[in-house]
């Protein structure tokens, strides 16, 4: 049960960063780029979130690199909370910034805990031995 768990909790996890990058690549390119500079953040950096939001959100789903993909992530959403959503008179930028901590939370126990049998790294290791 533990393992079909960590593959749940993976998928669930990384389905967000991968949804927002793909979307970050067609159509909301631009806008995005303009939300960066509105918050005073250069959307020079736009490929940047993008290779970490799909790399460290495929790397999550299939369990490859895990602990570092969740590391990289963790740090992302607590960057991203504390640049873009601090707004606390707003009621939708405060849960914003709630939610990037609860995933900064589960990407953390992915840190400790590792991906589970269901992953690449646990196949990876399985091949070194």
Request: glycine share 14%; proline share 1%.
């Amino acid at each position: 049960m533990r393992d079909i768990t960590s593959l749940a909790a993976r998928v669930l996890l990384a389905l967000i960063f991968i949804v927002a990058g793909w979307g970050k690549l067609g159509a909301g390119y631009a806008g995005t780029q303009q939300y960066m500079a509105s918050m005073g953040v250069t959307g020079a950096l736009l490929p940047l979130v993008i290779f970490a939001e799909l790399g460290g959100g495929l790397g999550v789903l299939f369990g490859a690199l895990t602990r570092l993909a969740a590391a990289g992530l963790a740090v992302f959403c607590l960057a991203s909370a504390l640049i873009f959503h601090t707004d606390f008179a707003n009621q939708v930028q405060s849960i914003m910034f709630m939610k990037n901590l609860a995933i900064a939370g589960g990407m953390l126990m992915l840190v400790a805990n590792g991906a589970g049998a269901f992953s690449l790294d646990a196949w990876w290791q399985g091949r070194k031995r």
